[in-house]
């Protein structure tokens, strides 16, 4: 079955960095469009960075300049590298890989931005 599983979530200090890490197994993963995705408490889940199949990527502006999204195909891993963090960075962050109509969801990696 599709299983997608994040790690490198944490608490963090102001201005701290994390990298956060998503393994995929199940899938044919280099086709696949992958993306990092956060839900704040009380807020609804937000895109953070998308990267497609072909190495194109996306962000959200909150995060441009700060975050940068890769992938390793060969490893079936897509990271999240965050430098810069601000405590509104708190959220879980969630792991989707998409292809087409198909998308699947990881159980999410928690991030706290804190002194």
């Known amino acids: 079955q599709v299983q997608l599983v994040e790690s490198g979530g944490g608490l963090v200090q102001p201005g701290g960095s994390l990298r956060l890490s998503c393994v995929a197994s199940?899938?044919?993963?280099?086709?696949?469009?992958m993306g990092w995705y956060r839900q704040a408490p009380g807020k609804q889940r937000e895109l953070v960075a998308t990267i497609t199949s072909g190495g194109s990527t996306n962000y959200a502006d909150s995060v441009k300049g700060r975050f940068t999204i890769s992938r390793d195909n060969a490893k079936n891993t897509v990271f999240l590298q965050m430098n810069s963090l601000k405590p509104e960075d708190t959220a879980v962050y969630y792991c989707k890989a998409d292809y087409y109509i198909e998308n699947y969801w990881g159980q999410g990696t928690q991030v706290t931005v804190s002194s």
């Open positions: 199940g899938i044919i993963f280099r086709i696949y469009g």
